[in-house]
């Protein structure tokens, strides 16, 4: 990713609290791994687009929300993958996104295949690499068949059990949905999409 003396530089900063106010801070990739472990999320939405063949778009997104006091982290965060945007997410949480499918397949992809999410995030990432690649290799996104075959896998994401027991001791395991906290705004994909960084390369 460029120079890694062009690349900024934290010093003193906690990262229990994330407290980085006007510091520079030099990522690394397992530190990356672990917050985006914690914070990050592999996201596909599909929505009704009556501009579209199919009627409907698929819209792919990395995103990493934090508090507005700790917005330099998802600063160095687009410093280091040269990408994607920061914007208010909502209220006073701030949002690093990329959605371009270029920058998620040469950067994002990459990074994540070399260095491993520990948790089940890691699922998520690997059926999320599973959809880009059907919509880079196959165009599955344009056509009917290929968007019914990324809702099928995109409804297994980003899922929670929750174990609760009746009143005889028996087990039972509900899914659901763990809220990704991403817009759904089409024209602010549009403005995120057009807001991309334009830089060539990033440090794996």
């Known amino acids: 990713m460029g ?7 934290y010093q003193n900063w906690n990262p229990q609290r994330l ?3 006007s510091l520079l801070m030099e990522l690394e990739s397992s530190w990356i791994v672990g917050f985006v472990d914690g914070e990050g999320c592999f996201h596909v939405s599909i929505n009704k687009h009556n501009e579209m063949s199919t009627g409907y778009q698929v819209l792919p997104e990395f995103t990493v929300v934090q508090h507005e006091r700790d917005v330099q982290v998802l600063y160095a965060l687009k410093s280091y993958f040269g990408c994607g945007v920061v914007r208010r997410n909502h209220g ?3 949002a690093y996104r990329v959605r371009g499918l270029k920058h998620l ?3 994002i992809v990459p990074f994540f295949e070399k260095h491993l999410l520990k948790t089940k995030k ?4 690997l059926k999320f690499r599973t959809i880009l690649l059907k919509m880079t290799n196959n165009s599955a996104h344009l056509n009917l068949e290929g968007i019914e075959e990324i809702r099928c896998i995109k409804e297994q994401m980003n899922k929670q059990t929750k174990i609760e027991s009746d009143s005889f001791g028996n087990r039972r395991d509900e899914s659901s949905e763990i809220p990704c ?5 089409l024209h602010e994909w549009c403005n995120d999409l057009g807001a991309v960084s334009t830089r060539d390369s990033v440090k794996l």
């Open 122 to 125: 890691q699922i998520d990432f």
């Open 92 to 94: 006073d949480r701030m």
């Open 181 to 185: 906290r991403v817009s759904s705004d």
């Open 19 to 21: 407290y980085v106010r």
């Open 3 to 9: 120079n890694p003396q062009e690349r900024p530089v």
């Open 105 to 107: 397949m040469e950067r």
